[in-house]
């Protein structure tokens, strides 16, 4: 197939800094147009990247026949609006997370994908993390084998810090023309009382990524199930309860100001643990680093009598072990694209984390 012929809405921080140089960088990618309301910002953004088009929103993109598919950064719920747009126009489409502030809008936009064809992929860039990719494997390889017992119980531990590790490169251009109105309120869940607003789009948008790293690690498909929430008052600090395919998931939550970025999950095995750190997320071709421990019947006599056991505890490095993830979920988009093969971060399975989140706050606000 040829090149993909790609068109991006807006020129915000994560296009300029993440996602446009990436896509740049592909050779299977074409950068043929660009969207951005604020035209001076476009303008330069346009120029950096040498892109043929620009457009003064998205609907520019719609029609454009040269463009085959389209990615979007913009905020929480206008993002999901843009995407389900340009679904409906027959255009395949990368988003940023999260794909929608309530499962209503995400149905939409699902809805709009399922009409015209096109296929959605959502930007959970930890799904393309190597470290994550050797947990992954290392978790589906002892489940099917058996040789370190069962899953017993996960841990997503998530208190943030400084996420962009003092990205510097490329410049950010800046625009003194106003962003356009991104409308929110209109798309949250009909049940959410207002005043919980901020702290319901806050706490989605952050530990979307924790439940769908779970989901993934386990391959839980949409088997998620909220059991217990204890919430500070300001509905981000504290500790979630979650069924997660059978196991037992504690998700725990709360901001740090920490220099680097405090993120790890552990998945427990009986005779066993598989032990991940998510490296500050702009901090370009780190991974993931990954602990191992296995402790396996020895073959010797052990010192109480009875058969000796062996403890094995390794940082295995994961392959590739200078990679981004950003980089390589943006590379994964444009080869299932090409290929046909299905995403590993499609639409239809972000609607079980979308849902999971209406479902910790209606259980946090008893409604
Ligand atoms: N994956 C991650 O690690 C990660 C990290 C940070 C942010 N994000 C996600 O990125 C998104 C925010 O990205 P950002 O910070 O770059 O946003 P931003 O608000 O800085 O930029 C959005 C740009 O889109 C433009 N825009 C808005 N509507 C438009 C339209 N209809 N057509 C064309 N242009 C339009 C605005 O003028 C603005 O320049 C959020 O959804 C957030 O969840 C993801």
Redo the contacts with the bound molecule.
Sequence with gaps: MEKIRLGY???????QRVHLPNFASLPDCELVAL????RD?GAKIQRRYNIPRLYS??RGLLEDPEVDAIAV????A??GE?ARECLAAGKHVFM???MAVSVAQAEAILAASRASGARLMI?Y?KRYDAGNELVHDTVARWRASGELGRVVYARAHGFCGD?TAGIDLPPLET?DEP??A?PTEEHLPSWLPRQWSRAYVSYL?QYT?NVNLLRFILDAGERIRVKHVDLDADGYTGVVILDVDGVRTTLETGSLRYFRWDEHTQIYFERGWVHTWAPP?LLRNAVAEVEIYRSDESGAPGALGGQGVQHTLTRAIPEPRWSWA?KREAAHFVECLRSGAPFRSPGEDALADVRTFEDIFRTWLQM
């Design positions: 809405v807006g020129c915000g921080m994560m296009a969207a951005e309301v604020r910002l929103d998205h950064s913009a905020p929480f206008l993002q843009i940023e997370k999260p930007a860039m996420w625009s962003a356009p991104a948008q990524h997320l950003y």
